[in-house]
């Protein structure tokens, strides 16, 4: 089975300041990772997935995501903060095996303070 | 293309009542997912369907709740009765295929409140 963890529930940072939201998984087997945002009143958006291929992972929007299998972790990280970063930020994962579901984890929202 | 067309995206009703929930997803995708999102559980996958069929809907909260596809272009996810703690936030969401790789599309939700 797998799960997923987000360490904090609430980051703030200040604008031009670097992001770094945490997502730590569970997985039986090789996982896929995914990181989605969801801005207020709208339905969720894919940022960047990892799918075993390279453990770095370029997204939209200037975030990437870094796979460490010996940390069981996936952090979304972003060099500077820009207002429009504000939002939710969900870490998912599913087996990467074979089709399963997709679990989300609890959300991270983000703040940016101008 | 237009996204994943939900509707409608607020709805209040009273206790007891049945809602219908609707959802169109992206022409060409033949997957189809239903999840509701509230504070205290986050976002849990109800349902989904892989053309048209439905493939797990054990996370169906209880029997009062059901889903139908009755085609490609158009699925329900409907009440019958609801009840105050079914007010949520009813996201639909398609993809390509069932695949692992695969993008879930999401539809901007309906904000289902039961009085």
């Known amino acids: 089975a797998q799960s997923v963890t987000q360490l904090g529930s609430h980051v703030s940072v200040s604008e031009g300041a670097l992001v770094l939201l945490r997502c730590n998984y569970s997985?039986?087997?090789?996982?896929?990772l995914f990181w989605y945002v969801q801005y207020p009143n709208q339905g969720l958006q894919l940022l960047l997935k990892?799918?075993?291929?390279?453990?770095l992972v370029k997204g939209i929007n200037g975030f990437e995501a870094e796979f460490k299998k010996s940390e069981t972790s996936f952090h979304l990280t972003k060099p500077s903060a820009h207002m429009s970063d504000a939002a939710e930020y969900f870490c998912?994962?599913?087996?990467?095996?074979?089709?399963?579901?997709?679990?989300f984890g609890p959300g991270t929202s983000l703040s940016v303070i101008p | 293309d237009a996204g994943v067309i939900q509707s409608p995206r607020h709805e209040v009703t009273e206790m007891g009542q049945e809602v219908t929930l609707r959802c169109k997803p992206i022409?060409?995708?033949?997957?189809l997912f239903w999840y509701r999102q509230t504070m205290m559980r986050g976002l849990e996958l109800l349902i989904y369907?892989?053309?048209?069929?439905?493939?797990?809907d054990s996370g169906m909260p209880e029997d009062r709740f059901s889903a139908k596809m009755p085609n490609a272009s158009f699925s329900t996810l409907k009440i019958q009765p609801s009840e105050p703690r079914d007010s949520a936030v009813y996201f639909c969401?398609?993809?390509?295929?069932?695949?692992?790789?695969?993008?879930?599309?999401f539809g901007p939700g309906t904000r289902l409140t039961v009085l």
């Open positions: 969401a398609s993809s390509l295929e069932l695949a692992l790789t695969d993008t879930q599309y």
């Open positions: 369907f892989n053309n048209n069929v439905p493939i797990d």
């Open positions: 990892y799918t075993s291929a390279a453990t």
């Open positions: 998912a994962v599913s087996a990467g095996t074979s089709y399963d579901k997709v679990i």
């Open positions: 997985s039986s087997v090789p996982p896929y």
């Open positions: 022409s060409g995708h033949n997957s």
